[in-house]
């Protein structure tokens, strides 16, 4: 984004105009959509307002709240614009919502989510499929939450409802559209990452801890095992005997 | 303990993919023979702890054992040279593409928290309205065991004094619908909550009945506000005066 030319007169066209948008966008407490500002400027002005316009304005309009510090920005979720708070400023805004804690969404809410964020619109089977469980109670909490509906349904037997995400789930992830999902990086990278290694350590060393059998006594020559072969400094890879047992 | 632990497989797929991670194994080529018996082994223990939990992991580890069997089994040479199927092959497409959802759920993780930093104009009344009813709701739900032993004693109370007040047997007909129109009328004209007891003194049982159903209903409708805990077998009733929401933002 351009920083505004500090040259313009206050009385200019664009001034104006930006003004138009930013009452509007200030007075709207949903995303606020391209075709709203227009119908609105147009109806009172009957100048024609193109997207281009508008995408201008909202820039100039940020540059100028970086410019004079700010505590919000014009961003676009949810398919329209809003005024947000900057993430510097949550603490005081939360306090004053009198939220305890942050809100968290669950892994298995996250991951059935991004199930049907990035394969919508899909059925409950499918759901399961992917993640090997029970889909029933994630749908249902992320159908309360707002962030998923039922969109149809599939021309299979049965004709099996379809789900897919709704605007609260882009406006609440921060998503102009579906297509500012990130997107999945190949396998590959995902093995490849050194994450996958660094969160496998930190793995085996919880599970290595949750499984620690309680010391023995000094006189007992049992062997301090695990039923589940824990084997705490396995950094070795497996040895070929194990290996062979798989090609057997 | 370990319950806690197993609580984070998100599913059996995660915790196959745990048992690859910690032995840094390769995915294209999974020993299948140690991981089955490892994993059969954890679904083991959970069965002990907990069988809920341990439903969902049973079919994978019976794939997995499956996979084991057909791995062992003589494969036939291929006739026209193409590779014969690898029995892995299946499980290990479902693994990755899990692997991928899994990191995107990640993603959208991350996602979230950051956006949840960020509050926009009619945020507070937004959260209130969704969380108002659910709220409501949660109250209620916790308070039906309270309107069904509420129920019973003025059932018992009828029966007590209907034997010594009425003599004469006239087949009473009461609707509930019309239940539902007397209780608002009733409780309108009442300057204070009027308690079910009240209302039901000395009624037939079939009024009784139709009465208390017409109650659910208009509780279910928010028609009428709920006040427990003012006898153990009792519960008092009047007109909400302001709307679920109101009342989030006048508590808020």
């Not at chain 1, 005024?83 to 991951?111: D, W």
């Not at chain 2, 303990?1 to 910690?22: A, K, N, Q, T």
């Not at chain 2, 003599?167 to 204070?192: C, F, G």
């Amino acid at each position: 984004m351009e920083p505004v030319s500090p040259d313009r007169v206050s009385d200019a066209p664009d001034d104006r105009f930006d003004q138009s948008v930013e009452a509007l966008i200030f007075a709207s407490d949903v995303p606020l959509r391209d075709e709203d500002v227009a119908r609105a400027i147009g109806e009172v002005t009957g100048a024609d307002t193109t997207l281009e316009d508008i995408v201008a304005a909202v820039e100039r309009l940020n540059a100028a709240y970086r410019a004079t510090g700010r505590a919000f920005r014009v961003e676009q979720w949810g398919g329209g614009y809003r005024l947000a708070t900057i993430p510097e400023q949550a603490g005081v805004v939360r306090a004053l919502f009198e939220q305890e804690a942050e809100k968290r969404l669950s892994r298995s809410l996250l991951e059935t989510l991004a199930v049907i964020a990035y394969k919508q619109p899909v059925t409950k089977p499918e759901i399961e499929h992917v993640r090997g469980v029970g889909a029933d109670y994630a749908l249902r909490q992320l159908m309360e939450r707002g962030f998923v509906d039922v969109v149809g349904r599939a021309d299979a037997i049965g004709r099996p409802l379809l789900y897919g995400t709704t605007d609260r789930f882009l406006d609440q992830f921060g998503l102009g559209d579906l297509s500012d999902l990130p997107t999945p990086r190949e396998v590959e990278e995902i093995l490849a990452d050194p994450r996958f290694s660094r969160e496998r350590a930190q793995l085996l060393a919880e599970w290595a801890a949750d499984n620690q059998p309680p010391p023995p006594p000094a006189d007992s020559s049992e062997p301090v095992g695990t039923r589940l072969r824990v084997v705490v400094s396995s950094d070795s890879p497996p040895t070929p005997s194990e290996a062979d047992d798989a090609d057997g | 303990m370990h319950r806690v632990h197993l609580r984070d497989f998100e599913g059996p797929l995660d915790l196959l993919l745990f048992f690859i991670r910690r032995d840094e194994v390769d995915v294209y080529d999974i020993p299948i023979a140690r991981i089955a018996d490892e994993y059969l082994e954890a679904v083991r223990l959970m069965q002990r702890l907990d069988l809920d939990e341990a439903a969902e992991f049973i079919y994978t580890a019976a794939l997995l054992i499956q996979i084991k069997a057909r791995m062992l089994l003589p494969r036939p040479p291929a006739e026209d040279g193409e590779e014969p199927e690898d029995p892995r092959a299946e499980l290990v497409q479902r693994l990755l593409e899990y692997i991928q959802y899994r990191e995107a759920g990640e993603q959208i993780g991350e996602q979230f928290e950051e956006r949840q930093r960020r509050f926009t104009r009619g945020a507070a009344n937004d959260e209130r309205a969704r969380l108002g009813p659910a709220e409501d709701e949660v109250t209620y739900r916790a308070s039906v065991f309270d309107l069904l032993s509420a129920l019973g004693a003025a059932l018992e109370r009828t029966v007590q004094a209907s034997a010594v007040i009425h003599h004469d047997v006239v087949r009473e007909t009461v609707h509930v619908d019309e239940q539902k129109d007397w209780l608002i009328a009733r409780l309108t004209d009442a300057s204070e909550p009027v308690t079910f007891r009240a209302l039901a003194e000395s009624r037939t049982k079939e009024w009784v009945i139709a009465t208390f159903l017409a109650v659910l209903d208009l509780l279910r409708h928010q028609r009428l506000a709920l006040r427990l805990g003012i006898e153990p077998e009792d519960f008092a009733l009047e007109i909400p005066t302001a709307t679920p929401h109101e009342h989030a933002a006048l508590a808020a």
